[in-house]
C-alpha cells in the first residue's frame, strides 16, 4: 500500500474505517464481518434469522392495522449502517 498512497509507519493495521484487513506478502484481504456483527448487535438482531435469498418480487404485502409505529430515526440508522456496508462489497 506504501507504494500507492503516502503513509506514515505506525505498523500493521488490521482495522480502517470498519473494515477488517488481512495483510500477507502478496495479497491483502478485506471483510466486514466484525463491522456487520457490531452493527446487528446495535439494533438488537443478533439473534434474528439469516435469510438466505431476497423477498418473491411477486409477495405482496398489506398494511398491518395493528402493528406498532416504526421509529423513523432508528430505521434511518439502520439503512444507513446497511448501505455502508452494502458499498464495500
Do not use: H
Not at 500500500?1 to 474505517?17: I, V
Not at 502478496?26 to 466484525?34: E, R, S, V, Y
Not at 438482531?45 to 435469498?53: D, H, S, T, V
Amino acid at each position: 500500500m506504501q507504494g500507492e498512497f503516502e503513509m506514515s509507519m505506525m505498523g500493521e493495521f488490521s482495522f480502517f474505517l470498519g473494515l477488517q484487513i488481512k495483510q500477507r506478502k502478496d495479497d491483502t484481504f478485506i471483510n466486514q464481518a466484525k463491522y456487520v456483527k457490531d452493527m446487528l448487535k446495535k439494533f438488537g438482531l443478533e439473534n434474528a434469522k439469516p435469510q438466505a435469498i431476497p423477498m418473491s418480487s411477486s409477495t405482496n404485502l398489506d398494511k398491518d392495522e395493528g402493528g406498532k409505529c416504526v421509529d423513523s430515526k432508528l430505521y434511518r440508522s439502520m439503512i444507513g449502517y446497511f448501505l455502508y456496508c452494502n458499498t464495500w462489497v
